[in-house]
């Protein structure tokens, strides 16, 4: 599917025939590679968060998150089309399927040999759908907040604290902020 024509059209009175309308495949050729327009969506919203996936510098894990953010502000039209439809659901598993590839890609600059089976064992799920959820409020409240404004005044984390909700240290933080290391005494 096309995103200039889900942009120009709600996403509920978008068919299968108006997609093969716009593109140079046939019907035929659609329902082979799709079961229907949700799952031609779909391909579509994965498409683009590998994109955003793709262009990230995973040293600063803030403006990872932004660009999750500038990304959506940009193809607004768009994504509106989508979050007023049915295909609602494919929009929020849309943002939360890029949060899973930046914090992926953060945790694998941080500690090279975290395997992606370890990764999905790590008590971050929480966090993830936090980050899902100030997305989500900030694009149906009608994207009024600064993204940049918004991150900085929640999100302040630096990377030891980041490091410890992603799981990936065994260190802990005590009561005023500091980490100490986990010592046992025997």
Not at 19 to 26: G, K
Not at 135 to 158: C, K, Q, S, Y
Not at 177 to 183: A, D, E, L, P, Y
Request: charged share 25%.
């Amino acid at each position: 599917m096309t995103e200039e024509l889900v942009t120009k059209t709600s996403f509920d009175d978008v068919s299968v025939k108006l997609i093969v309308s716009n593109t140079s495949f046939n019907r035929q050729t659609f329902y082979y590679h799709f079961q229907d327009k949700f799952d031609c969506l779909q391909y579509t919203l994965s498409e683009f968060a590998d994109k955003i996936a793709s262009d990230m510098d995973y040293s600063n894990w803030q403006e990872c998150y932004l660009r999750i953010f500038r990304y959506i502000d940009y193809h607004k039209e768009f994504m509106q089309h989508i979050v007023d439809s049915q295909a609602y659901s494919l929009f929020t598993d849309f943002v939360l399927q890029s949060i899973d590839l930046m914090l992926h890609g953060v945790l694998k600059s941080l500690q090279k040999d975290v395997s992606r089976n370890r990764m999905q064992e790590q008590p971050w799920k929480l966090f993830e759908y936090g980050l899902q959820g100030i997305i989500i409020n900030w694009f149906t409240d009608g994207l009024r907040e600064n993204p940049e404004l918004l991150v900085n005044d929640l999100l302040n984390i630096d990377m030891p604290h980041l490091k410890m909700l992603l799981g990936v240290d065994t260190d802990r933080i005590d009561q005023t902020g500091h980490f100490v290391h986990s010592t046992s005494t025997i």
